[in-house]
């Protein structure tokens, strides 16, 4: 029985990984060097408002991720590193941008990938410039990296990007840009995560003394509710916190995340956007939650030892990832160009609300790739 779950699933995350190809190669086929963020009605190419530039990296990171299951040498993998590349080169001056929080997402989808197959030094450089200009951020009054917003304003999707800085540091061997890291995400836990291992999106400081004043949102339903793509933010940025520091905080902190995601989503594991929204409101779900999750618990199984925990965040994982390919997929709709419908950037901006998210399609063909590398005899 388990046998035959499992090759079930083998088979269902493989088709859904050669239809994810397929909507990339057709979207740059459409659009050649358009680097889109959500669709509208279905469709990549329009004139919606970006509210800020975080996404770049997932396009060619997804392109990385297709190279890297192919194998290399074969000529569909050639094929997908020259996209890659070709994708990835316009981002270099980004590493010097000091108006986003969110060089982590540029470049470890990209630079990272890139390097990690040709061991160029030069594309290591320029990883190190960008774990130093998102250290700039920091705010020693607070103790946090500032978001985009405001000074005194921090965002739980930091965690996503602080493993830049910890990898800067680790290749430097620059002590004070690990400390950077490590105080930001010990801010983070101590004034974003709750005690039921719930997130708030946004922390208020004072600027003068440093004093912690509030939990808030942006793009949550409210202060004190949890937005599901910040939880998904938490439980996976903890991961990678933990796996560079090996700090034992990290990972309960992770867990706890994890934990609050298993057991306040639906059966199928594809969480409302915010879990604490009004019942109505809750019937939108974020698919790109639930894909980070997914993709944030397969990692966690690596590193926990507890055997038990290990299976229920792998099982979870496997659940997300089928309801994913079996409900949510644009393959159904005709004239879809995403690959995962049901994502939802901004709701109160009505940004991106019931579409297809770039950040969403990255962390599924994220999740795909590495559960099929484990399925797979
Ligand atoms: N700005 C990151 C997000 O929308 O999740």
New binding site residues.
């Given amino acids: 029985m388990i046998q035959f779950e499992l090759s079930t699933d083998r088979q269902l995350f493989e088709d859904s990984f050669d239809f994810a190809q397929q909507q990339v190669r057709s979207l740059i086929g459409q659009h050649a060097g358009l680097y889109p963020m959500y669709t509208k009605n279905g469709k990549w190419k329009h004139d919606g408002p970006a509210?800020?530039h975080?996404c770049d990296g997932f396009l060619p990171g997804m392109m990385w991720l297709f190279h890297r299951h192919l194998g290399p040498g074969g000529p569909d993998a050639d094929w997908w590193m020259d996209q890659a590349i070709a994708y990835t080169i316009p981002l270099e001056p980004r590493k010097m941008d000091r108006e986003v929080h969110?060089l982590g997402?540029i470049f470890l989808s990209t630079y990272y990938r890139w390097y990690q197959v040709t061991k160029d030094p030069e594309l290591n450089d320029v990883l190190v410039q960008a774990g130093e200009t998102l250290a700039m951020r920091f705010k020693e009054n607070g103790q946090y990296l500032r978001s985009f917003v405001a000074e005194d304003s921090l965002?739980i999707?930091i965690m996503m990007n602080v493993g830049i800085i910890f990898y800067a540091a680790r290749e430097t061997g620059d002590r004070m840009l690990r400390d950077v890291a490590l105080r930001h995400a010990l801010t983070t836990r101590r004034v974003l995560v709750r005690g039921d291992g719930s997130t708030a999106h946004e922390g208020i400081f004072d600027l003068e003394s440093g004093e912690f004043l509030r939990q808030s949102t942006q793009?949550g339903y409210r202060g004190d509710s949890c937005w599901s793509?910040?939880l998904a933010?938490s439980l996976y940025g903890f991961s990678t916190c933990y796996e560079y520091s090996r700090d034992p905080r990290f990972l309960e902190t992770a867990e706890a995340c994890a934990d609050y995601y298993i057991t306040h989503s639906p059966a199928d594991g594809v969480a409302p956007w915010d879990f604490n929204a009004p019942a109505d409101s809750r019937r939108q779900v974020d698919t790109?939650a639930a894909a980070i999750t997914a993709s944030g618990l397969l990692r966690l199984c690596r590193l926990i030892t507890d055997p038990l925990k290990g299976h229920l965040y792998w099982t979870t994982a496997v659940r997300i990832l089928r309801s994913l390919c079996e409900s949510h997929l644009g393959k159904g709709t005709e004239g879809w160009e995403g690959i995962l419908r049901g994502g939802v950037?901004?709701i109160h901006k009505d940004l991106g609300v019931d579409e297809s998210v770039m950040?969403g399609e990255y962390f599924f063909v994220e999740a795909l790739e590495s559960a099929l590398r484990r399925l797979t005899p």
Wanted: a negative charge; charged letters at 20%.
């Fill in positions: 509210w800020t975080w969110d997402f965002f999707d793009q793509r910040g933010w790109s950037y901004h950040w």
